[in-house]
């Protein structure tokens, strides 16, 4: 075992929610003390991006087969496109005096940890050097200019987390919940991208030390203290007319690099400090790695009625604040649709580097055809015999469809038991159906704690996938962080680390709340150009 991997599962155990009592948090949310969900750098040159809000003839079924999709020019006004469907604004919410922002990609209480970067090289439309992207004002600022020559032209997308945005609600949890939205996010590049008919590498070799010193991280006199960023991804953009330039030539331009801005503040008094999520922040850096990556046969979906465009899809995404616990049956054509999505062979995680680590078991309680209880998901059938055995032997483990892996395995109304394991929240109960993300946890990060990360992002893309697919058949979805960790391990029959239920999930009809002002996303940015 890892040195490090004990203060992994030590964080784990101890950031557990249980029936007795919740993970550490703080005892009082001041909430004129929120941090800014929006990062800025003064200091810094402004690249504008084409106005926000364009479409595109693609549908969303068409992302089935993104080979099939005419790739766009690589430009400013599609990476500013790209931009935008992964990470912009989707619509501004209104409560009374209450005012906030949606984004395409979901975050844990609205809080939106992830920053978005991205790293130009010999491009003629952006200034080659490391630029950040302001999802508020849709530009970006560029953060340093590389003044070295390159031979190669190319495009990268890196992410970090602000884990003191999470923590200032969540506590000593949040770092789990950082993880999920880095997940979601690497879902939504992967989305837009592929509308453009573009595809997405996750740079696997790269260590957070150089993802750091590339995004100008480890500068710490640019940050203030305790708002700093976390290394977490570091992603490639392939079109049809870039050639993928390789890791360590984008590590020979920082030398040449001249750096300039720095981060405002995020106006937030820090009264709690959480220095466990220091802990195992440091005991999950990811050195660099030499990795064989997984592939596996492509495969489509089962179909989809869904004919709007991709784009409508990503813009609507929404996650539910209540389920209609009366809505009658999901069909169960739009039921397996979604199951076959999060199958490792759809083509949404054909840049995924790893062989899949987490299944999902289902609570079934509103599906055309298929009996209420809980079922199975295996997202790789090797992964069978291990589960059996880690399991409840009332458990009958039998094959439901046929051309999925999916188990049935206990009849029942598990609707109250659904709804008290995650958190006694009525959207795990009033659902079509929720389920648990179960990893194959101990064995993953013994050697190797960095995983513990990428678990949390497998399942953040699992939720992102399901995220749009509700969306796509008139339904809605919601990611659930709050559950108790070891009641679910009893309700399923796990009884050590082998197995851990790291996300939830539920699908169903949302209830609008008419109180609520919905306004478009960009309009702020309409008004601005109008009184100028």
């Known amino acids: 075992m890892n040195p490090k991997t004990p203060a992994i599962l030590s964080y784990h155990q101890r950031t557990k929610h249980t029936l007795q009592r919740y993970a550490k948090g703080p005892e009082t949310l001041d909430w004129e003390d929120q941090p800014d969900p929006f990062r800025r750098f003064s200091g810094c040159a402004v690249s504008p991006l ?39 604004l989707s619509a501004w919410k209104q409560f009374g005096p209450s005012r906030w922002a949606l984004r395409c990609n979901p975050s844990s209480g609205n809080l939106h940890p992830t920053e978005a970067y991205v790293i130009s090289i010999g491009q003629d439309f952006l200034v080659s050097g490391v630029h950040h992207y302001v999802s508020h004002d849709h530009r970006l600022e560029q953060r340093c200019q590389f003044a070295g020559s390159s031979s190669e032209a190319g495009l990268f997308i890196a992410l970090s987390s602000v884990h003191w945005r999470e923590a200032w609600k969540y506590g000593e949890r949040a770092f789990r919940y950082c993880q999920h939205d880095i997940g979601h996010a690497l879902g939504a590049l992967r989305y837009a991208a592929a509308t453009l008919g573009w595809s997405v590498d996750i740079l696997v070799e790269a260590g957070d030390e150089e993802i750091a010193k590339l995004l100008g991280l480890d500068r710490s006199g640019d940050f203030k203290k305790r708002e700093d960023e976390a290394p977490d991804v570091l992603c490639r953009i392939r079109t049809a007319s870039l050639a993928p330039v390789p890791y360590p030539t984008l590590l020979e331009q920082l030398p040449s690099a ?146 999925l892996p999916f188990y049935h395995l206990y009849d029942g109304d598990l609707k109250v038991i659904a709804k008290t394991l995650s958190c006694h929240q009525p959207i795990a109960s009033d659902s079509a159906f929720s389920l648990a993300m179960v990893a194959e946890f101990q064995t993953t990060i013994e050697a190797e704690p960095w995983r513990y990360r990428r678990l949390f992002w497998e399942c953040g893309l699992i939720g992102q996938v399901l995220y749009l697919e509700a969306e796509a058949a008139g339904v809605r979805g919601t990611g659930i962080g709050c559950y108790f960790d070891d009641s679910v391990h009893e309700i399923l029959g796990i009884k050590d680390d082998t197995f851990q239920s790291l996300y939830h999930f539920t699908v169903g009809k949302p209830l609008e709340d008419s109180r609520l002002q919905t306004f478009p996303a960009y309009s702020h940015l309409q008004a601005q150009g109008q009184q100028q």
Not at 57 to 79: G, M
């Open 50 to 88: 084409p106005a926000p809000g364009r479409d595109l003839p693609v549908l969303f079924t068409d992302l089935d087969q993104p080979e099939s999709i005419a790739p766009q020019p690589l430009d400013n006004a599609n990476v500013g496109l790209l931009l935008e469907l992964a990470f912009g």
């Open 258 to 403: 001249t750096w300039s801005g720095k981060a405002d503040s995020l106006r937030a008094y820090h009264l709690y400090h959480w220095p466990v999520i220091d802990e195992v922040a440091e005991a999950a850096h990811k050195p660099l790695t030499h990795e064989v990556l997984w592939q596996t046969a492509a495969q489509p979906p089962l179909p989809s009625a869904c004919q709007r465009s991709a784009a409508q899809i990503i813009r609507q995404r929404r996650s539910a604040q209540q389920f209609d616990g009366k809505m009658p049956a999901l069909p169960s054509a739009d039921f397996y649709r979604m199951l076959s999505a999060v199958l490792p062979s759809a083509a949404t995680f054909a840049f995924w580097p790893s062989a899949p680590k987490v299944h999902l078991f289902i609570f079934v309680h509103r599906v055309e055809g298929v009996t209420p209880g809980l079922y199975a998901l295996l997202r790789d059938e090797a992964a069978l015999k291990p589960l059996q055995a880690a399991t409840s032997a009332l458990f009958g483990w039998q094959k439901h469809h046929g051309s």
